[in-house]
């Protein structure tokens, strides 16, 4: 059977193909790292920040991009009509792996420019683990993120690799007011990828992609989502208990409104592909609401 797809329907693939909403993984962790920075320094480079943001953009490029290329060749996305390969023919598949992969140059030499001016290489070495961990998530031989340990990956890369690289762009030291606050953020970021797999188990499965979605169970999964994301705020507090956060760190409360819209639509319709697959981008509202919140906490005191 042939799917007839309309000029509308095919400019909303397109969006939905350029993921626009999954780029705040790219500004959230640098936000943090260097409210961070600004709160315990009172100094601000916004060069460095913004050459920093440029390089995150054009890695996460190279992250969706390569991700839609590597999934096709192992036939998982076969049923996404926004992949790239799908919207475009699998003949493209090489020229979307080279787009990607200029990209990534692009960002890992933008941040080795960095490192050059600031007579320091541990932020280069910071990025280049993150993207090194970044490939084995989805590229082969290593594939991890079909062995179900790409929430792992996902938490160490967009955790504690990029915060503490935002925060020593700004401060080159260590801090760990920054390496709670990468928990945190990385712990959020799990939560979109984890919600990114409920609509797609069938898939998943034929494919060959035991995500932990798959592995769990989509009734087990969605129980598993509250508990994570009821833990985020209960570490939140006692990180503020501990003084590791100031106190107006529990402004980032204020995204439980998203939190909760998610695990009730998440709990409720786990099992029904077409309704949950929405709970990525609420995810992503949630994820957003509390990074920027948590950022304006620790801005606020210094004010
Ligand atoms: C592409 C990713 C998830 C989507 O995967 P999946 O194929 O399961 O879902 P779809 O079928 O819906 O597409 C993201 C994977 C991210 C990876 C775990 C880690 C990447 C790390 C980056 C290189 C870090 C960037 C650091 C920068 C911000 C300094
Ligand atoms: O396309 C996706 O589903 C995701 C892409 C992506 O880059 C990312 C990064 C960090 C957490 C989740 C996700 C996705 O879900």
Same mark, same amino acid.
Do not use: M
């Given at each position: 059977m042939t799917t007839v797809i309309d000029?509308?329907?095919?400019?909303?693939l397109w969006r939905a193909a350029i993921k626009l909403p999954i780029y705040s993984v790219a500004l959230i962790p640098l936000w943090v790292g260097t409210t961070v920075a600004i709160a315990e320094t009172r100094n601000f480079n916004s060069t460095n920040f913004l050459i920093f943001l440029f390089a995150s953009i054009c890695i996460q490029v190279w992250v969706n991009v390569s991700n839609d290329v590597f999934d096709a060749e192992t036939g998982v996305d076969v049923n996404k009509l926004h992949s790239l390969i799908n919207l475009t023919g699998k003949e493209t598949s090489n020229f979307w792996l080279w787009?990607?992969?200029?990209?990534?140059?692009?960002?890992?030499?933008?941040?080795?420019?960095?490192?050059?001016?600031?007579?320091d290489v541990t932020l280069l070495i910071l990025v280049l683990l993150a993207c090194l961990l970044g490939y084995s998530y989805q590229?082969?031989?290593?594939?991890?993120?079909?062995?179900?340990?790409?929430?792992?990956?996902?938490?160490?890369?967009?955790?504690?690799?990029s915060v503490s690289a935002a925060y020593y762009n700004?401060?080159?030291?260590?801090?760990?007011?920054?390496?709670?606050?990468?928990?945190?953020?990385?712990?959020?970021?799990?939560?979109?990828?984890?919600? @990114?797999? !409920?609509?797609? *188990?069938?898939?998943? &499965?034929?494919? $060959?992609?035991?995500?932990?979605?798959?592995? %769990?169970g989509t009734a087990k999964s969605a129980q598993v989502l509250s508990w994570w994301g009821y833990g985020i705020y209960f570490l939140i507090a006692v990180f503020v208990l501990l003084?590791?956060?100031?106190?107006l760190s529990l402004l980032s409360f204020l995204s439980l409104f998203y939190a909760l819209k998610l695990f009730t639509h998440v709990n409720n319709y786990h099992d029904q592909p077409?309704?949950?697959?929405? @709970?990525? !981008?609420?995810? *992503?509202s949630m994820? &957003?609401?509390? $990074?920027?919140?948590?950022?304006?906490?620790? %801005?606020l005191p210094s004010v």
């Open positions: 000029n509308s329907s095919r400019s909303k787009f990607g992969n200029s990209f990534l140059i692009i960002g890992v030499l933008t941040t080795s420019l960095l490192a050059f001016w600031q007579k590229g082969p031989p290593f594939r991890f993120g079909y062995k179900g340990i790409g929430e792992i990956i996902c938490f160490i890369t967009y955790g504690p690799l700004q401060n080159p030291t260590w801090s760990l007011t920054a390496l709670a606050a990468s928990v945190i953020v990385g712990l959020v970021t799990c939560l979109i990828l984890f919600c @990114s797999h !409920f609509h797609q *188990v069938e898939d998943d &499965l034929a494919g $060959g992609k035991y995500s932990p979605v798959v592995r %769990l003084k590791i956060f100031p106190p077409n309704q949950v697959s929405n @709970s990525k !981008f609420i995810a *992503v994820y &957003l609401s509390l $990074g920027l919140l948590l950022g304006i906490g620790f %801005l």
